[in-house]
C-alpha cells in the first residue's frame, strides 16, 4: 500500500482490528437509512460540502455513508485522511490541511481536490477498536470550536450505537434464514 503521508499509518493492533470490523459484515452494504440521516445532519450542521461514515479496511476506506462525493465509494487507505483518524482515540482536526506537513504530498490536499479541512470523530467499539470515522470535510480552511468537537464526538458515538443495532439485526436475520432451512413443514 502506497503511504502519502510520511509517517507510519498502520496501528499497532491493525490484524486485530480489521478483524473486528469484520465481525460487523457492514462493508459493501448499501448506504441506508440511518447511516444516510447521520451524514446529512452532520453537513448541514456543520456547514460543510461534505461528510463521511468511513471505515477503514486493510488496504481500503470504505463509505458506509456519503453526503456530497456520492459517487466515491472507497479510496485507498494509504491516501484518504480517514487511515489518521484511527491512530489515536481523540478526534483528529486539521483545520487548515496546507499547514500540516504529513500532509502537503497527499494528492487529495496537493492535487486538484483541495481538501482544506477536515474533522474526524473515531468510530471506536465497546473494547477499544478504531474501526473508521465520521469525518466532514471542506475545501476551505476553517475553525472548529469545543463545541464542534463535542457534537462530531456525539455524532460518531450515534453511529457506534447505529453500527451495534446493525449487527444484532444481521445476526438474527442470518439465524433465521439458517434455520428456517433445516425445518421441514410437511
Known amino acids: 500500500m502506497k503511504n502519502t503521508f510520511g509517517i507510519p499509518i498502520i496501528p499497532c493492533n491493525d490484524r486485530e482490528r ?8 457492514i462493508l459493501d452494504t448499501h448506504s441506508e437509512g440511518s447511516f444516510k440521516h447521520i451524514t446529512s445532519l452532520a453537513a448541514h450542521i456543520f456547514k460543510v460540502p461534505i461528510a463521511l461514515i468511513s ?5 481500503r476506506v470504505w463509505f458506509k455513508a456519503n453526503e456530497g462525493m456520492e459517487e466515491v465509494t472507497e479510496i485507498d487507505r494509504g491516501i ?12 483528529t ?5 496546507l ?3 504529513c500532509l502537503l504530498a497527499n494528492p487529495l490536499v496537493a492535487g486538484s481536490f483541495g481538501l482544506r479541512f477536515y474533522a474526524a470523530a473515531p468510530l471506536q467499539t465497546a473494547d477499544g477498536y478504531n474501526l473508521g470515522s465520521v469525518c466532514i470535510v471542506d475545501k476551505e480552511p476553517r475553525k472548529f470550536t469545543y463545541a464542534d468537537q463535542d457534537m462530531l464526538t456525539h455524532l460518531a458515538e450515534l453511529v457506534m450505537k447505529e453500527l451495534e443495532l446493525w449487527k444484532e439485526n444481521h445476526k438474527v436475520c442470518n439465524y433465521e434464514i439458517k434455520n428456517r432451512n433445516r425445518f421441514s413443514f410437511e
Not at 480489521?18 to 459484515?25: A, G, R, S
Not at 484518504?80 to 478526534?91: A, G, T
Open 18 to 25: 480489521v478483524k473486528k470490523l469484520h465481525e460487523y459484515n
Open 55 to 59: 471505515f477503514v479496511d486493510s488496504e
Open 80 to 91: 484518504s485522511l480517514c487511515s489518521l483518524s484511527i491512530l489515536n482515540d481523540d478526534l
Open 99 to 101: 499547514e500540516e506537513p
Open 93 to 97: 482536526v486539521f483545520t487548515d490541511t
